[in-house]
């Protein structure tokens, strides 16, 4: 019997025990699906991105971080995305140094902030300026697109087998290094691939590469998409293919009519394939998640007059088609309108990651919106170290919040129990509907007695609702007011049964005030002032 049990202690301490510790050994960043949502996950546990994107030439030198690192901490942020430049690793042809990235590692680590890579190769906001001189002296290897009327532009081309090898090699070393000082650790926790890809000011590229495949017959693997996916794909992509009557043999042209828009569609396919080439090549060495990021265009404007062909709402379908390496495509925003963007980068179901956003007084409000609203992956606002008051950013204190919050969003992600809302002065009213319940959120300044109210001035509100209960939530951000309904039975009446304000410790609410009188207004609703960022839990009870 003895033996009997040592030979099972053996077996199991053989078998089961390394099999434990393997399954509690972290595993390199990557995404995964949770119901309706994508999480990324670090080292085992899902992670939040409370980003920021530094200035471009911020991260040039360590010397230059020393002050940015500080500023990052006082913000709260976990992140931040820091450019890896072509021009810089690789200033020599075949000779890479990546001791400025060795250092920002352990920098980052030391300050307990992750990385995101952003791989400034071939092209940054359409240009190709960060490539290494001996690219850009070398025209005959490394072709230039070209406009119609024959003149080269500082813009790499797409179709050269030239540039991608010499971009892939670089972005191969990169990957490479990565995984040798960081494959342990994780630092470094996703690469954007390129930066602002786009086609400016000609819509498309005439050299002769361009011009050949111009002419060739669409490729199997797009005319396979449109047609695999015709009841899918974006409205503004299927007008174009069914205007021209759903062919799906021919050249561009044939397919998808003689216009600018058939310029832009052929472009960004060809961008597509080599980043997504680009993607894999890099995954196969060390398989990060990897994206690419999008200048956003102005609507009623023609190809060419904005950067064109990047992964852009109107193609993201032909960025689809063109290969599934690069896991998500993420907009870039210097313009306000915040909610009609997002909503197109996710109306396929695809994650939503906002990379850049002009570092102003609304990126408080739009990170936790982001959260909130689409569940997204993380919030990074662009030129982050340039504030001189990193104390007193709002932005720092909702990252704040978010943190204490990120292990109640992250557990009730896609499973419809995390709502939110954005307000403005413009857009001062939504409802939201969870369980038995509909929330009418207000921005704080529709309460008449507001010192706000009758100002033109009104910040974003911005609130996040978490359900944890069948009658409880966590209710957090700032400037909102919220009342109450039965969701279905309208003689119900919804009360208030109990109100805190809190904070969670280690994941612990604990309860600074019981809000009662006023701070309810004697039981009528939930608000959270405009110039405070606050969580409250409210408990919510039914009568007849
Ligand atoms: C978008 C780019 O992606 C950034 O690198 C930067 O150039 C900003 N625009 C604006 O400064």
Redesign the pocket.
């Known amino acids: 019997m003895n033996k009997l049990r040592r030979a099972f202690t053996y077996i199991f301490t053989l078998v089961f025990f390394p099999l434990f510790v393997f399954s509690q050994s972290p595993t390199i960043p990557h995404l995964t699906q949770k119901g309706t949502a994508t999480q990324l996950i670090v080292d085992n546990k899902p992670f939040i991105i409370l980003g920021g994107?530094l200035?471009?030439s911020t991260a040039t030198t360590v010397q230059n971080m020393l002050t940015v690192w500080p500023k990052l901490k006082a913000m709260n942020l976990n992140t931040v995305l820091v450019?890896v430049y072509w021009e810089l690793i690789e200033a020599q042809e075949g000779k890479f140094n990546f001791s400025l990235y060795w250092e920002l590692i352990i920098e980052a680590r030391k300050n307990d902030i992750k990385l995101i890579f952003?791989w400034f190769g071939s092209w940054?906001?359409s240009m190709s300026s960060h490539a290494p001189a001996w690219v850009k002296l070398n025209q005959g290897n490394y072709p230039r697109v070209k406009d119609n009327t024959g003149r080269s532009q500082e813009i790499l081309s797409s179709l050269s087998e030239n540039v991608f090898q010499a971009d892939k090699r670089a972005f191969e070393h990169l990957m490479q290094f990565i995984k040798d000082v960081d494959g342990k650790d994780h630092t470094v926790i996703m690469v954007q691939v390129e930066?602002?890809i786009g086609m400016l000011p000609s819509a498309r590229d005439y050299q002769a590469l361009a011009e050949e495949a111009f002419k060739k017959p669409v490729p199997a693997e797009l005319i396979n998409y449109l047609q695999k996916n015709k009841e899918k794909l974006v409205p503004e992509f299927w007008k174009i293919w069914q205007a021209n009557g759903y062919k799906t043999t021919g050249d561009w042209e044939a397919i998808f009519g003689k216009s600018l828009a058939t310029d832009e569609i052929f472009m960004a396919y060809f961008y597509s394939k080599f980043s997504n080439q680009l993607a894999e090549a890099g995954k196969k060495i060390y398989p990060l998640p990897m994206f690419v990021?999008a200048?956003l265009n102005r609507e009623g404007r023609e190809p060419g007059n904005y950067p064109s062909a990047g992964p852009l709402p109107h193609l993201m379908d032909v960025w689809k088609a063109a290969g599934s390496s690069v896991d998500f495509l993420a907009p870039?925003f210097?313009n306000p309108d915040f909610k009609h963007w997002c909503d197109l980068y996710t109306r396929q179901g695809d994650v939503l990651f906002v990379p850049?956003h002009a570092f102003d007084n609304t990126v408080a409000a739009k990170a936790l919106y982001t959260f909130a609203h689409y569940e997204g992956l993380g919030f990074s606002p662009?030129?982050i170290e340039s504030t001189q008051k990193p104390t007193e950013e709002p932005l720092g204190k909702m990252y704040g919040l978010l943190r204490e919050l990120t292990s109640l969003i992250t557990a009730h992600q896609g499973q419809g129990k995390i709502k939110g809302v954005l307000l403005s002065k413009r857009d001062p009213e939504s409802i939201v509907r969870m369980g038995n319940y509909e929330f009418t959120c207000k921005h704080d300044y529709t309460l008449s007695w507001t010192p706000g109210a009758r100002t033109d001035d009104w910040s974003l509100g911005s609130v996040i609702i978490i359900q944890t209960g069948d009658d409880e939530f966590f209710v957090a951000g700032t400037g909102v007011v919220i009342t109450f309904k039965h969701r279905d039975n309208k003689d119900l009446n919804v009360g208030l049964l109990k109100v805190e304000e809190g904070n969670f410790e280690n994941n612990v609410w604990n309860v600074k005030r019981h809000l009662n009188g006023d701070q309810t207004h004697q039981g009528r609703h939930v608000n959270i002032p405009t110039n405070q960022i606050q969580t409250q839990r409210v408990a919510l009870y039914l009568y007849k």
């Open positions: 994107e200035g471009n450019p952003l940054k906001n930066n602002e990021n200048a870039d210097y850049e662009f030129s």
